[in-house]
């Protein structure tokens, strides 16, 4: 019984709560796509391990293999520090980008139990993207070797400033469908404050259930054109009968 009465409520006041949903999707699809910028995302992937001279090879394993492994931690850390970015900046100036906005632009991820890194630069031009994430990973791999006393930063593969890839944000979808839960939500609860600070009764069940009592009569509502229609009617069945065309 609870939830039919919960429902009831809400059916009540469902025009209410489509109208909310409607106008949260509405607004959320003009400012996503009118209003937000959209951002980009291009990447490079690089791989830590030492150089492939015949020494090191006969010297590759498991132990050399798990130390690149812990060293990627360390390299996360380097890469978005001042020392590389301030590099960045004085040998790109093309950029046009100081080194605390492509410190916030760069994100550097490892894949898991691997010696692969990727870093990522995230712009509103994907060109522009693309470009920051290339000469980063370059003068990350060059300066290593006197940060670290050891060569062993290759880059894998680069990103292509020609590339058009989508956008990665502002998510369309994911917006409309957050923003229809979130708009439906505040309908349903706003249509349970409005019935109960609503105290009015309204139908013959609403008095039943009230005052535990059976409903005897119900005097109907009359509207006022209802008994003009009415009192016209009874002036043209008047004017009908004094002119003499009832018909028997």
């Known amino acids: 019984m609870e939830l039919l009465h919960m429902w009831k409520i809400i059916a009540k006041r469902i025009w209410l709560v489509a109208l909310l949903g409607v106008l949260g999707v509405s607004i959320t699809a003009i400012i996503t796509h009118y209003v937000i910028v959209p951002q980009y995302e291009a990447s490079t992937k ?3 391990n030492k150089s492939s001279d015949s020494a090191n090879v006969d010297k590759l394993d498991i132990t050399t293999i798990n130390s690149n492994i812990q060293l990627i931690k360390t390299y996360k850390e380097i890469i978005k520090t001042p020392r590389i970015m301030d590099l960045v ?3 790109h100036p093309e950029l046009n980008q100081t080194s605390e906005q492509l410190i916030k632009e760069i994100t550097v991820n490892s894949v898991n139990d691997t010696q692969v890194m990727t870093v990522i630069a995230r712009n509103k031009s994907y060109k522009q993207a693309a470009n920051e994430v290339n000469v ?3 003068v990350f791999q060059k300066e290593i070797p006197s940060l670290m006393k050891v060569d062993n930063v290759s880059i894998l593969n ?6 058009t890839p989508a956008p990665v944000s502002p998510k369309m979808a994911i917006n409309i469908a957050v923003s229809l839960v979130l708009s439906l939500m505040v309908g349903i609860g706003l249509a349970f404050m409005l019935d109960y600070f609503d105290d009015t009764v309204k139908t013959e069940e609403e008095i039943a259930e009230l005052l535990d009592l059976p409903t005897l009569s119900v005097i109907p509502l009359i509207k006022s054109q209802d008994v003009h229609k009415k009192h016209d009617k009874s002036l043209a069945k008047q ?3 004094t002119g003499g065309t009832v018909n028997v």
Not at 158 to 163: K, S
């Open 136 to 138: 980063v990973s370059k």
């Open 46 to 48: 690089l791989i830590v």
């Open 239 to 241: 004017e009908t009968v």
């Open 89 to 91: 900046v004085q040998q």
């Open 158 to 163: 680069e990103a292509d400033p020609n590339d």
